[in-house]
């Protein structure tokens, strides 16, 4: 349940422009595409209309997963520069950071190369060559700027499978690269034109959805409840100051 203000109620349109983006890793990347495509287009209305200001570009940013990374770079810079201008720029420049070079060409990959130049028909396409060989690739190296696998590894005492100490990885470089483009934490107000930000996630351990507001609920205070009050499993997050990084994260 998403909540607001009563001072803010009346005055909040019921109509307004809402950015969404969805989850998806490097689907983040296209993202960053189509948030530049769409503000040269609405920047071109509001010109042709002789509008110069911006502000009203996007209402509302709601986010998952990198949706709500991406979403908090794009209000972080609204804030830094009390406008869009330079928001399509900063979230690029966030994926050219990110950008690591495919590790180089393994010999399965060779062997796969060989025989798709034979004509094989049973060899897999190369779309599906390069998303096999890459995944094989990470999981075991990390992406440099994006995660890393925990080292020491630590000890399988579920499955007690050896190979599955592989499988834990730190965010920590994430955590970084994106506190060098977005500053925290992301408060915003209505009341002095600033977008919306809303932050979608899931509490895994729950497995209940978990929304994170930049507006605030009274004054001063912005808070989440979510869980099954009715069962006594309400949990509040407060985070008065704004949305944190640790919102941003959160899994």
């Not at 990347?29 to 570009?57: H, M, P, R």
């Not at 507001?213 to 100051?241: A, F, N």
Request: proline share 5%.
């Amino acid at each position: 349940m998403i909540l607001v203000s009563n001072s803010h109620k009346s005055s909040i349109p019921k109509v307004q422009r809402a950015l969404v983006l969805q989850g998806g890793g490097a689907l983040g990347a296209y993202q960053a595409g189509v948030f530049k495509s769409l503000y040269e287009k609405i920047k071109g209305f509001q010109d042709d209309d002789n509008n110069k200001k911006d502000n009203l570009l996007f209402d509302i940013i709601a986010g998952t997963s990198i949706g709500a990374i991406n979403g908090a770079i794009l209000v972080s810079c609204f804030l830094e520069n009390k406008t869009w201008q330079g928001s399509p720029e900063r979230l690029e420049s966030f994926w050219k950071y990110l950008s690591t070079p495919t590790p180089k060409i393994s010999e399965p990959l060779k062997q796969w190369r060989a025989e798709k130049e034979k004509g094989n028909p049973l060899v897999a396409s190369e779309e599906s060559a390069r998303r096999y060989y890459s995944a094989k690739e990470f999981s075991k190296s990390g992406v440099e700027k994006v995660f890393k696998p925990v080292y020491p590894p630590k000890k399988d005492n579920r499955f007690y499978d050896s190979q599955n100490q592989w499988l834990v990885y730190d965010n920590q470089p994430l955590r970084q690269s994106i506190e060098k483009f977005a500053k925290f934490p992301i408060a915003t107000s209505f009341d002095k034109g600033e977008p919306r930000l809303l932050v979608v996630s899931v509490d895994s351990a729950e497995g209940t959805t978990a929304t994170f507001d930049s507006y605030e609920i009274e004054q001063g205070k912005r808070e989440t409840e979510y869980g099954d009050s009715h069962l006594g499993k309400s949990i509040i997050m407060k985070y008065d100051e704004g949305i944190g990084i640790r919102q941003a994260l959160f899994n």
